[in-house]
């Protein structure tokens, strides 16, 4: 997985935060403040960086719309620069102190929010689908709240959290398992079907046959019913179209000798007339080329008229019962298989190789059932390469998160993790994973949903997060109110958790107790200041006093108390020498 740290983010008008930046970086960074400032909103910022759902509410009121902002820094040749950049987006490098020369660079996620809910994400100073940011966030952020929890009693969670741990050799052994897979569904679903429909692809095979005799017999040809209704309309009109040329002919050429003269009499004896005087003026010669002209176009006319005259009467009416004959077998044809013939003729050309397939199904169905059965062997065998996988993680699973909750002040309780294999085979093995929890020593495991509190199920999830992260590490988590339930030695155990994590992760945590802040690198402080009816919240970096009196407020509710002040001081040495109680 790509490797990146969340070096800052700005928020603006969303919920009540009108705006912040949280200068956040590498290593521990808590959250705090009070009840109703908006520590949510960091969290609900990141989730819109991340390609969650945008919700029109968010937006702050008084607002057109909210706009968050993040700069993460990450390797210029990682997956996710490199899907930064299949979208159209940059990845600026980073040069300063030799950052380019690690291969370091920045990415740039925004995200805005209208008052109606659209949303519009930018990735690399590119607009992109919001799609692309969560396949990013997939990648770069593991988020876990108080929703969490509820997830972690989920038998397929638990079983994703146990694959996760059993590492790379696994993941390979699962991915060839899901090809398998995949491979002898397709393939057991193109049996089925034809199984299943092989009575109606015969109908549809005798059918075919039909067809193909029948259009094979005429041999429609393309267009031909147009060329036979053109026919059919010269063949009906014989007699009417015979008439009209012959008196067009005789009009232009007669051979009668009745002292009418025709067109071509007529042209002749004009041109022999301005030719005896087009000598005495030169505007007659151009009339006179152009009278010669029409003199032999209407000769040319009349020759092409007894030409076709000479067709006509070669056709007769016995041609026009085969035209019409042949029409109304087409136009069977077209009602059949249509409704053109151009139809008809695309239907024959089909219906060879599929009457080919259809014909070939009973070779197909043993042909399939041979690859069936070769591919559910592959399918078993892989099925059972992952429950010895997962079985053997799971007790080592077991052994590390039951340590790390003895250091959760946990102790005596114990996490087991059961990888039960059954008979079926799923898209995940044929293996039912369960997380129980065993109280204390001697007592019976149970599921964590009936045998852990919320407390515990916090304790649990971080647990479970810091064994993942030395086998998967994922770049940056982010916690919100992990610490739910919890207080006083358990809570500052979470804490020196939180910050172990953080030294191979970067850790965003939203707290409400002081014994878990105490641990943090970098401390952020949301702050509200109520003005009339609107309440608008900012993030300060704290540090020194300004961190003990927020300390203290934690502890007691009381920042200017002499005592808390000096509980909030005792509690950050502590924090800092990692030193117990």
Known sequence: MARGVIDEITIRDLGVIADAVLPLGPGFTAVTGETGAGKTMVVQALGLLMGERAVAGQVRVGSAQSWVEGRWRLPVNSAVAERVRDAGGEIDELLGEGAGQRGLGELILSRSVSGEGRSRAIVGGRSAPVGVLGELGERLVVVHGQSDQLRLRSSTQQRLALDRFAGPGFASIF?????????????????????????????????????????????????????LAERASRLT?????????AAAREAISSDDLDGHADTVTLLDGALRQLERVSGHDAALEPIVEQLASASFLIAEISTQLSSYLAELYTDGGAELDDVQERRAELSVLARKYGPSLDDVIEYFAAAGPRLLELDNDSDRIEELTDAVAERAAIVDALATDLTTARSAAAVQLSALVSAELT???????????????????????????????????????RPLGKGASGGELSRIMLAIEVVLAATDPVPTFVFDEVDAGVGGASAIEIGRRLARLAEGSQVIVVTHLAQVAAFATNHLSVVKDSDGAVTESSVQQLRGEARVAEMARLLSGLPDSESGLAHARELIELAASGSKR
């Open 175 to 227: 991915e060839s398992y899901s090809e398998a897979f995949r491979a002898w569904h397709e393939l057991q679903d193109e049996l089925d079907t034809l199984v299943s429909q092989r009575d109606e692809r015969i109908r549809e095979a005798d059918a075919l046959r039909v067809a193909v005799d029948e259009i094979d017999a005429l041999s429609p040809q393309p267009a031909e019913d147009v060329t």
């Open 237 to 245: 009109n014989l007699e009417d179209l015979r008439v009209a040329a």
């Open 407 to 445: 250091a959760l002040a946990m102790g005596g309780s114990q996490l087991v993790v059961e990888s039960i294999e059954g008979t079926e085979l799923t898209a995940s093995g044929r293996d039912t994973v369960q997380f129980l929890l065993a109280a204390h020593e001697g007592a019976e495991p």
